[in-house]
């Protein structure tokens, strides 16, 4: 298989196999107007297998995002064929409107306008709870 490199855009590298689409769909990336290519499967001597994002454009993304869903994820900055700037991810500390809180007591269950904000509180189970009633999140 041969996909071309990019002269002017962004790599999400060292993605979990399997999880290439879930974020391709989160980040809304089939609504750009570039060219965008998913390999997923791919070998990857320090995962085994890993999936990667070619996006052929400079985009604002958002970090948070991929941090939470895999913080081993990272994003390389191509300009003219080069890596100008490397990203390495990691779990965040607080997220905005990523999830949503599952009790139905919860403000932001009333509240429509408000955002849903997590807190991360065990950074080894990967375990947020909700800022508002403290509610955990299931994965």
Do not use: W
Not at 26 to 40: E, F, H, R, Y
């Amino acid at each position: 298989m041969n996909i071309d490199s990019i002269r002017n855009g962004i790599v999400i590298d060292h993605i979990k196999a399997k999880k290439g689409l879930e974020i391709y769909d989160i980040l809304n990336l089939g609504k750009l107007d570039c060219s965008v290519a998913v390999i997923t499967n791919a070998r990857s001597k320090k995962l085994g297998k890993k999936d990667i994002i070619k996006i052929d454009k400079n985009i604002d993304i958002n970090l948070d995002i991929l941090g939470y869903l895999d913080p081993n994820i990272t994003i390389n900055i191509i300009k003219d064929n080069n890596i100008i700037k490397k990203y390495h991810v990691e779990l965040p500390g607080e997220i905005v409107d990523i999830i949503k809180c599952k009790n139905p007591r919860c403000i932001t269950s009333i509240e429509q306008e408000l955002k849903h904000v997590f807190v991360l509180t065990d950074k080894d189970k990967k375990q947020y709870r909700c800022k508002y009633c403290e509610t955990l999140h299931e994965n």
